[in-house]
């Protein structure tokens, strides 16, 4: 007798549909499938599509939604219950299954296409068997969905990050980002054009650096590169000015007018990407990178990318989803609404305009700084018009940029002031008050004395 064996083949790595392994990666038992297979309805939805074999675990997740969050198919198992239970319906219940359907889809953790196509797929198992029940006129329209647990960048967080920062052009061209509150195109700009705008101003303020106020204003008349806002004006702080100073007399010298701000060691001015690759490895120094790029079309699970020579590959850890591209999957990692939540935008644009609403500034004041569309007909124009009414403003918001000095729950110097001169003027009302008070109590009183002396004389 030979000797024969079997090898068991380890399971694929990115299974088929059809696959056993992939029902285990989609939590579906054996025995949920042969349940569901049994079912006459879907033998002849089968029939009809038969490509649509591939999509039985989602028509098998939307049955144990059904049966775990619907009142009227509360612990239903197999699609002929749901069948069963429609056709007992009337009236407007019927609409339930539909209504039913379209909250499942639009619950999906997945982008609009595919809640679309989850929809129509398991809508067409409905309609196999003509079922009772009212289709929508229109189909429905369902959004996007995005990672909801993003982690929210905190002030911790970005001092977390930023000491994590290699040297002191990395810190001050942060640090002074952050106190700009500006995008990086327009932080850029100023990088490699600003310095005759401010030169004057950084020789006159450099040596004085302890005095308070102290900050330097900036006119970015180039406006806002990504909608086209006119002319606005931002700031950079004590402590952005100080790190500035900084930088200049240990490792960069004074910029000449033609050249930039930020330089690195070859002498090339500061780029966007090194900007981003700096803050990410800042991140990962500080344990805040979540390198995850989205839902997957298929699955909802949350995609990941790795790199392969020249191309990006983004692929689901679930599923055998992938796509190999050079840039990001349009739709996925490239939407600006698809943050990672501690991304450069969210640390120096979201997190100090977010403190700066702590303070006593103006709303419309924080958006102009930022280079926001304050009013299309171009009415509020005070800062322009009136400077030192500006500056005033922006030193309310002062304490909540300079992160490495001051305190945030303090009230700010010219704040303080304000008060002082407030307080005093309520003081002064109060005391005129008393007095007026105090003389038309010695006036009652002289005319009692008045009165006294009238009833004495008066004749018995």
Not at 24 to 37: V, Y
Not at 135 to 152: G, V
Request: charged residues 25%; contains cysteine; positive net charge.
């Amino acid at each position: 007798m030979s000797n024969s064996f079997f090898v068991l083949e380890p399971p694929p790595e990115h299974p088929d549909k059809t696959h056993p392994v992939y029902y285990q990666r989609m939590k579906i038992t054996e025995n949920e499938k042969q349940q569901f297979m049994t079912s006459t309805s879907v033998k002849n939805w089968i029939t009809a599509h038969p490509s649509y074999i591939e999509k039985i675990p989602q028509v098998i997740k939307f049955t144990k939604w059904l049966s775990q969050n619907s009142q009227y198919f509360d612990g239903i198992t197999t699609i002929d219950d749901i069948h069963m239970i429609q056709d007992d319906l009337e009236g407007r219940k019927r609409q339930r299954l539909v209504q039913e359907l379209i909250l499942y889809c639009s619950q999906l953790f997945a982008l609009s296409k595919s809640k679309e196509n989850t929809y129509d797929t398991i809508l067409s198992l409905l309609k196999t068997e003509n079922w009772a029940f009212p289709a929508p006129p229109d189909p429905p329209k369902f959004r996007d969905s995005y990672r909801q647990d993003l982690p929210e960048m905190t002030l911790d967080h970005f001092l977390r990050a930023f000491r994590q920062l290699q040297g002191l052009m990395l810190q001050s061209a942060f640090l002074c980002k952050f106190q700009m509150t500006v995008g990086t195109k327009e932080f850029l700009w100023f990088s490699n054009h600003g310095w005759p705008l401010i030169k004057d101003q950084f020789m006159e303020k450099a040596s004085t650096h302890l005095k308070d106020p102290n900050r330097l204003m900036i006119d970015v008349y180039v406006g806002r590169f990504k909608t086209g806002a006119p002319e606005f004006r931002t700031s950079i702080e004590r402590d952005g000015l100080e790190l500035l100073r900084q930088y200049f007399e240990t490792e960069r010298g004074i910029p000449q007018d033609h050249e930039a701000i930020w330089i690195k060691e070859n002498g090339s001015p500061l780029t966007s990407s090194d900007m981003t690759k700096h803050w990410i490895q800042a991140l990962k120094k500080a344990g805040l990178y979540d390198p995850r790029y989205g839902p997957c079309p298929e699955c909802e699970t949350p995609m990941r990318r790795k790199r392969r020579a020249r191309h990006y590959i983004y692929y689901c850890p679930l599923c055998d989803y992938k796509k190999e591209t050079k840039h990001a999957i349009k739709g996925l990692a490239s939407n600006r609404r698809n943050r990672t939540g501690m991304g450069i935008h969210d640390a120096t644009c979201d997190l100090p305009m977010s403190l700066m609403q702590k303070s006593n500034i103006k709303d419309w004041v924080i958006n102009f700084r930022h280079g926001h569309v304050i009013d299309p007909n171009n009415y509020k124009r005070i800062i322009s018009k009136d400077p030192a009414w500006g500056e005033k403003q922006y030193a309310l918001a002062a304490p909540y940029l300079n992160i490495l000095s001051d305190t945030p729950d303090m009230v700010p110097k010219e704040q303080y002031d304000d008060l002082v001169y407030r307080q005093q003027l309520v003081i002064d009302n109060l005391t005129a008050r008393q007095n007026a008070t105090e003389a038309m109590l010695r006036k009652w009183a002289k005319a009692d004395e008045l009165e006294k002396e009238l009833k004495k004389e008066e004749p018995i």
